[in-house]
């Protein structure tokens, strides 16, 4: 199985090598932003917005009368830039993201530039275009024996500066050995609920609760942002405060992703299949939970949890979004009224029966599971198996469920902001 995977170092550069990265990002970060203005300079004349190959052009000319110091970065770096700017501005078109915005020194996100070429591997040394031999802060032996016998090709590397440390990701094309075929039986389908309260609870009763890095560190996060503030710019007192902000802000998303891999992992290697909600994060995000919807990371989750799945042969099915986990009972089926936020415990008039709506939409979203695996085209391998989102299934296939109506303050709405669990 040939996948894109990448492997992320550490590095630990020193003198020379230090300046030429930062040159190499600031070019890169430049160059976008050159680009940007002549892309919107270009909408506001209602012409077409200029591919990354135009841009490349035009930046050529410009360059040797503008920019005396593109000799001393590689061509890679501006070149890339206009390729990424290219496809914002496709996402953006296609209202998939929001309008491309200038990149700024402080961002994080920001310092960052993608360099193709001569890219070459040793124990403890990565080699990069005009940049020369970078020494690592951990040994490159797993990356370097899949190179030596030729299970895998360095498709490109990024190099990014995170507060006081830099790392470079290197894309490569792997191939890994096919994962065991499992077939999934009713007791390895396993149905996970997302929220707030509980980050994720699954259908046998398994409670993970997400650790909330920047809850936990936001009394920190304030302290240091108002001593930030009242340093003057421009003095090594702002440049002091401004590191030991970025280094908190590094900290934060580093525990963030570390728990999100744990979790992944340890369901795409136990579980055969995994049942989840097709979620609308942006709308969550747009909220008055915003910051705790950003803090636990749900898009991220599933985003893992979709490649991890195809890595080690488990079967992501997702139900649609209008799915009533909430509201039906797991027990009978009948739908019920809506939830509110604050009411914890599901309570069906129908049969009786009373648990906790997050463990109640869990076994539901399983229940749509084994549906979906009873269904003709439940055995496609794969998530979202010929094209259908919904995982190879077609619609509500139990006849315990009722035909979905509106879900107005069930906790489950995400026409009105906030409407999480």
């Known amino acids: 199985m040939l996948v894109t995977q990448a492997f992320r170092f550490e ?89 491309p915005r200038f990149k700024r020194k402080k961002g994080m996100d920001d310092n960052a530039a993608r360099l193709t070429g001569a890219i070459r591997m040793f124990p403890r040394h990565v080699q990069l275009p005009r940049i020369g031999k970078v020494r690592t802060k951990e040994r490159t032996d797993r990356l370097l024996e899949l190179l030596q016998a030729k299970r895998a090709r360095i498709l490109s590397a990024t190099i990014s500066r995170e507060a006081d440390r830099w790392f470079v990701s290197l894309t490569c094309e792997v191939e890994r050995p096919d994962p065991a075929a499992r077939v999934p039986q009713d007791d390895d389908v396993v149905g996970v609920d997302l929220g707030l309260v509980s980050f994720l609870v699954l259908s046998d009763g398994t409670r993970i ?87 636990v ?51 069906c008039e129908a049969c009786g029966l009373e648990v906790d709506r997050d463990r109640n939409a869990a076994i539901n979203l399983r229940n749509y599971g084994l549906a979906v695996l009873d269904s003709p085209t439940g055995s496609s391998p794969g998530s979202d198996a010929c094209g259908d989102s919904s995982g190879g299934g077609s619609g509500l296939l139990r006849p315990v469920y009722e035909p979905w109506v509106g879900e107005a303050g069930s906790g489950r709405s995400f026409v009105l902001p906030g409407g999480v669990k």
């Open 209 to 295: 609760e997400a650790p909330k890095p920047m809850a936990w560190k936001l009394r920190l996060l304030r302290r240091r942002s108002r001593r930030l503030s009242r340093k003057p710019e421009g003095s090594r007192n702002h440049r002091k405060a401004t590191l030991c902000l970025a280094r908190l802000h590094r900290r934060i998303r580093n525990i963030r992703r570390d728990f999100l891999h744990k979790v992944t992992t340890a369901l795409a290697k136990t579980k055969s299949a995994i049942v989840v909600e097709d979620l609308s994060v942006k709308a969550l995000a747009r909220g008055r939970l915003s910051r705790s919807v950003a803090d």
């Open 297 to 347: 990371g749900l898009g991220m989750f599933r985003r893992m949890l979709e490649y991890k799945s195809s890595w080690y042969g488990a079967r992501l099915i997702v139900a649609p979004r209008d799915f009533p986990s909430t509201r039906s009972c797991s027990r009978c089926g009948v739908l019920g009224p809506g939830l509110s936020l604050s009411r914890r415990v599901f309570r």
């Open 11 to 99: 590095l630990d550069p020193q003198g020379r090598v230090r300046v030429a990265l930062a040159k190499h990002v600031g070019a890169a970060r430049f160059a976008y932003n050159w680009g940007l203005a002549r892309c919107l300079e270009a909408i506001e004349r209602r012409e077409p917005i200029p591919s990354a190959l135009r841009l490349h052009k035009a930046w050529n000319v410009w360059k040797r009368e503008n920019a005396p110091w593109w000799v001393e970065v590689s061509k890679c770096a501006p070149q890339e830039a206009f390729r990424d700017l290219e496809r914002a501005f496709r996402s953006w078109r296609q209202g998939r993201a929001g309008r």
